[in-house]
């Protein structure tokens, strides 16, 4: 494609790729293992710290470029899942941490020495509903003390720094229910077996998702992120990178499975010529190419607008939305264009389906999408 953005970067990220073939993932697939040694090339070749300021040893680059670096490893048949988070969660303390946290841990993170892959706030009484999480950090001296539960908190097993939010002033005492939350950096490395205990959950995809215990879990005051009570909004902020990011995941999965549709249709022969002369199987791969080229066009938008310092919440949903539903109608369509070939784990067609189908829950599912679009932008009455 010639009018591709950032076209060096994504050749970088084909060619990395390559080395990680599909017989890799299926592998670590099967067995539910962490990809450790894509996370550590894609760590070693920087672009995992391309959103991060020179000054701290990143590229300083703006996430259009992280969007490339994403859509690429989805489209090669790769998953960025296991390390997408170590680009944005460190939007949390650029914004919002003060110099001696940035100098502290920025390079650190940079260089990979450090991996901030952790992002926890969802619990498993409160599900979307974040005013509602009940992990509470008590401040007692130079310390908070964290008790709780958080669930689906993804690479906590692999993350030395983890960006935390907690309840420090119960919902019914605070001003409105978004106040009373902060933001904890905590480090994972001292808090496990000391307050931290983390539970694996097997998942219909390889995605180290896990579930998270605190029991008097001591976090140094040093360790909040701006100001306490004041933190839902921090968290806010990096949700709009990771809608748009993870929505640029969608788009190379849409890719892929047009790409590897389109080529086994061309070479599949049935009733002596092959299934793709047939409009019953060119139509769907022909939808599937244009939906996926609207939704990428609404992220690169929302990518422009969050590079610009713009407001850019509803477009990270409404991309985020789109380019979900565009990887899962492709993804359907794969399938389909691969009859009973498309079942076959060395195919890669049902690992990428099952993969593809969580971006419509995960980080935000589409009715909350729906709802803020209902709400926030046409003004229709709120249901809850
Ligand atoms: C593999 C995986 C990895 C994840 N990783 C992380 C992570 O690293 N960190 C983290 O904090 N979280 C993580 N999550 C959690 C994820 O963000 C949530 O699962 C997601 O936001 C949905 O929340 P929930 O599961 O609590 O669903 P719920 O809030 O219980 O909702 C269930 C369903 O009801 C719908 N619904 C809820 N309320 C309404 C309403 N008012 N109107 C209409 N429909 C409604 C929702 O759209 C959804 O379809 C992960 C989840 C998964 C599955």
Redesign the pocket.
Known sequence: MSDETFPEIRDSVRKLCEQFPGPYWQELDATRTYPAAFVKALTDAGFLSILIPEEYGGAGLGLGAATAVLEEIHRSGSNGGACHAQMYTMGTLLKHGNAEQKAKYLPKIASGELALQ?????EPNS??DTTRIRTFARREGDRYIVNGQKI???RAEYSDLMILLVRTTPREQAAKPSDGMSVLLVDMRAARGNGLTIRPIR?MLN?A?TELFFDNLEVPVENLIGEQDKGFRYILDGMNAERILIASESIGDGRFFIDRATAYAKQREVFGGPIGKNQGIQFPIARAYVQVAAAAAMVDNAAALFDAGKPCGTEANMAKMLASEASWFAADMCLQTHGGFGFAAEYDIERKFREAR?YQ????????IL?HVATHVLGLPK??
């Open positions: 952790a992002f926890g706030v969802t599900g979307t689906w908190i993804s998942t995605h998702t969580l829950v995960a980080p935000i599912s589409t009715n909350l709802s249901s809850f």
